[in-house]
């Protein structure tokens, strides 16, 4: 359990990485775009404009699943709060199943999507559309992952909570 462990907080820190570079490049890109609108002394940088949107959105997918695992999204605990462990656990695996089933549509059809749209390109970074819509199914592939790891974790606590329940 404990290399599970270690090899997910890798996972995490790598993905973290990534997800706070693209931000950052997306701050820094909004910084330099609306200096140089601002003086017209400086070159035009139209184009920060469009790799800001594609950095950002990026950054935001490949991160999602981490806030799906800590529980930061908004939800309606007070049932799960009063069930038994047994219910409770079943109805979080049902939850896990039905959000594994939206990211895999939605990466599966992502992945489709991203790859007939390489011969396109965008209209100011002239780059292939594929690399901004890629990462629609790599996002979809880290919340599974996410909800893989939390249904380990929701499993784990069961586990413990039937050794102190007996």
Same mark, same amino acid.
């Given at each position: 359990?404990?290399? @599970?462990?270690?090899?997910?907080?890798?996972?995490?820190?790598?993905?973290?990485?990534?997800?706070?570079?693209?931000?950052? @490049?997306?701050?820094?890109?909004?910084?330099?775009?609306?200096?140089?609108?601002?003086?017209?002394?400086?070159?035009?940088?139209?184009?920060?404009?469009?790799?800001?949107?594609?950095?950002?959105?990026?950054?935001?997918?490949? @991160?999602?699943?981490?806030?799906?695992?800590?529980?930061?999204?908004?939800?309606?605990?007070?049932?799960?709060?009063?069930?038994?462990?047994?219910?409770?656990?079943?109805?979080?695996?049902?939850?896990?199943?039905?959000?594994?089933?939206?990211?895999?549509?939605?990466?599966?059809?992502?992945?489709?999507?991203?790859?007939?749209?390489?011969?396109?390109?965008?209209?100011?970074?002239?780059?292939?559309?594929?690399?901004?819509?890629?990462?629609?199914?790599?996002?979809?592939?880290?919340?599974?992952?996410?909800?893989?790891?939390?249904?380990?974790?929701?499993?784990?606590?069961?586990?413990?909570?039937?050794?102190?329940?007996?």
């Amino acid at each position: 359990m404990q290399r @599970i462990q270690r090899i997910h907080q890798l996972f995490e820190k790598s993905v973290e990485t990534l997800s706070v570079s693209l931000f950052v @490049i997306g701050v820094i890109s909004t910084i330099f775009g609306t200096i140089s609108r601002t003086f017209p002394v400086l070159p035009n940088l139209s184009w920060a404009n469009e790799l800001t949107r594609f950095t950002i959105i990026a950054s935001i997918l490949l @991160i999602i699943g981490f806030g799906i695992r800590k529980g930061s999204q908004i939800s309606f605990t007070l049932l799960l709060e009063k069930m038994s462990p047994g219910p409770r656990l079943i109805l979080q695996m049902i939850n896990n199943i039905l959000m594994l089933s939206l990211f895999f549509i939605i990466g599966y059809y992502g992945y489709f999507f991203a790859v007939s749209n390489a011969g396109q390109t965008s209209s100011l970074l002239e780059v292939s559309m594929v690399y901004p819509y890629i990462f629609v199914p790599i996002g979809s592939l880290l919340v599974m992952l996410e909800v893989i790891f939390l249904g380990i974790t929701q499993i784990l606590i069961y586990k413990n909570e039937q050794k102190n329940y007996i």
